[in-house]
C-alpha cells in the first residue's frame, strides 16, 4: 500500500511516502521556512539504499503553494516516485486541534471536516494549513482514503485535576474550555521508543518537544498525566513566536490601558512573542549565531527558554513522583547540543547530569547522552511524526472501526 503523509507545523511542512505494511520510506521532505524569502524544500528519494537528495530555494509565502511544489517533485518526469497520483491510496495528515471530539485517528468525512473548521480560532496557526492540506489532497488524490491523526490524541488521557482550569464550571461542560495538549504524536513517538530502550515495567518519562512550537509531557508508564500546552498551542514553555505561560494580566492591560484590539494582542502573542519577540529571530540556528557574535538580547533569550524547560522538569518530575528518564526531540531538541547542555545544568538534585562527548556526538540516531552513573537516562530520540502517523492510518484500514 502506497501511504502518503502530510505533516504541515507552523513554520514547515514534513513529507513521507511509505510502503505499507513494510514501513519502507520511497520519498521524504521538507519545506522550510515557510513565510520567509529564502524557504527551502529538501526532497530525498530512496531507491535501492541510496538516497538522492533534491535541495530548492524559492519563496513560499503559504503552506498551500508549499504543498503544490511537493506534488510536482512526486510526479516529476524524471525524479518522480508516481506516475499518477491515484496510486496513492492513503493520505494520513496531522492535525493540530482535535478536542475532545478525537482521541482516536479517524477517517476524514465531511464531519471530520466541520469539526477540525470549528475549531480553527483556537489553533490558529496549524488548523487552517492542515484543513488546507486536507482539501488539496482530496483534489490531487481523489481516490485515496483520507485520514487525520490528531495531536492532542495522546493528551486524552490525562486526569481532569491536570486539564481543567480553575475557572466557572459551566465554561468546561458547556463549552469545553480546558487543556487539550499538542504535539502528541510525537511525544506518543518518542515516549514509545524510550520505553523500549529502557525495558523497565514502570516508566516515569518527561518528553520535551522543541520544534517551532515547544512542549513538554509527563508520561506514566506510556500514558500522557500532564503536559504544558493549554486549550491552544501557546501555553507552557517559550517558542519561536509564541510567549508561552504569561500572567493574564498583560492581556487585560494592552487591552484596556494600552488600547490594543483583542485580534492585535492574539497576533502579538502568536506570531510575534516568544524568540522573535525577543530577538528579532524565530530559529534558534539564528539566535545561536547571534550569541556567537555578541548579541545580549539573544543571550537573555537563549537562559529564559532554557529556565522555563527547567521549571516544567521539576514540576514533572513531581507530578511523577520520580523520573527515569528524560527525552529532548524535535528541531532544537535533536540540533542544539549547548541548549541540552543549558537545561541540564544543576540539575543534579534531580539526578540528571550531561556527559559532555556524548551530547556534543553529531549522531543523528537515538542516543543516551547523560553520564554513565546519573540516576536518570537524559535521550535524544529524533522524532518521527511521519512513520507514527503511518503506523496508525495503517492500523485504522486494516482494522476499520464501527462507526
Ligand atoms: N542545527 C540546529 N540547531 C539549532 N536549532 C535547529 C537546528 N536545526 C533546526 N533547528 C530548529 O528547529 C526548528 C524547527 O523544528 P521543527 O521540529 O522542524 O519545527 P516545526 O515542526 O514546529 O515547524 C527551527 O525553528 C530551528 O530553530
Ligand atoms: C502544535 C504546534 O505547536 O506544532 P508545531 O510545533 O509543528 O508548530
Ligand atoms: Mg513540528
Not at 503506523?391 to 484500514?397: A, G, K, N, T
Request: glycine share 8%; net charge negative.
Amino acid at each position: 500500500m502506497n501511504l502518503f503523509v502530510i505533516n504541515s507545523g507552523s513554520s514547515s511542512i514534513k513529507y513521507q511516502l511509505f510502503h505499507m505494511p513494510a514501513e519502507k520510506v520511497v520519498c521524504s521532505g521538507l519545506v522550510e521556512r515557510i513565510g520567509l524569502e529564502d524557504a527551502v524544500i529538501t526532497h530525498k528519494v530512496y531507491k535501492d539504499d541510496q538516497q538522492e537528495v533534491i535541495p530548492l530555494t524559492l519563496p513560499i509565502p503559504d503552506h498551500g503553494i508549499g504543498l503544490a511544489e511537493v506534488v510536482k517533485l512526486l510526479t516529476d518526469d524524471k525524479i518522480g516516485v508516481i506516475q499518477n497520483p491515484q496510486e496513492i491510496q492513503v493520505v494520513g495528515h496531522r492535525v493540530v486541534h482535535g478536542g475532545e471530539s478525537f482521541a482516536q485517528t479517524a477517517i476524514i468525512t465531511e464531519a471530520t471536516k466541520a469539526e477540525i473548521k470549528k475549531l480553527f480560532p483556537l489553533a490558529p496557526l496549524h488548523n487552517p494549513s492542515n484543513f488546507l492540506g486536507i482539501e488539496v489532497a482530496e483534489q490531487i488524490f481523489p481516490k485515496a482514503t483520507q485520514i487525520a491523526v490528531f495531536d492532542t490524541a495522546f493528551h486524552q488521557t490525562m486526569p481532569a485535576k491536570a486539564f481543567r482550569y480553575a475557572i466557572p464550571e459551566e465554561f468546561y461542560t458547556k463549552l469545553g474550555i480546558r487543556a487539550y495538549g499538542f504535539h502528541g504524536t510525537s511525544h506518543k513517538y518518542v515516549a514509545d521508543r524510550a520505553i523500549a530502550y529502557l525495558s523497565k515495567k514502570d516508566t516515569n518519562l518527561i518528553t520535551i518537544h522543541l520544534g517551532n512550537g515547544c512542549s513538554m509531557s509527563a508520561v506514566k508508564n506510556g500514558i500522557c498525566v500532564d503536559t504544558s500546552m493549554g486549550l491552544g498551542p501557546m501555553n507552557g514553555l517559550i517558542m519561536g513566536t509564541r510567549s508561552g505561560d504569561i500572567d493574564q494580566s498583560v492581556i487585560f492591560y494592552l487591552v484596556n490601558q494600552l488600547g490594543y484590539d483583542l485580534k492585535e494582542v492574539n497576533t502579538i502573542l502568536n506570531k510575534k512573542s516568544g524568540m522573535l519577540g525577543l530577538t528579532g529571530f524565530s530559529d534558534m540556528r539564528d539566535i545561536t549565531k547571534a550569541i556567537e557574535l555578541g548579541d545580549m538580547h539573544a543571550q537573555l533569550a537563549y537562559d529564559m527558554y532554557a529556565y522555563r524547560i527547567k521549571k516544567y522538569m521539576g514540576a514533572y518530575a513531581a507530578v511523577l513522583n520520580g523520573l527515569d528518564a528524560i527525552v529532548f526531540t524535535a528541531g532544537v531538541g535533536e540540533n542544539d547540543k549547548k541548549i541540552r547542555e543549558l537545561i541540564c545544568r544543576e540539575m543534579e538534585y534531580l539526578g540528571i547530569t550531561i556527559d559532555v562527548a556524548r551530547n556534543n556526538s553529531s549522531d543523528k540516531d537515538m542516543r543516551e547522552i547523560n553520564t554513565a552513573e546519573a540516576r536518570v537516562k537524559v535521550l535524544v530520540i529524533p522524532t518521527n511524526e511521519e512513520l507514527e502517523i503511518a503506523r496508525q492510518c495503517f492500523d485504522l484500514v486494516s482494522n476499520p472501526q464501527p462507526i
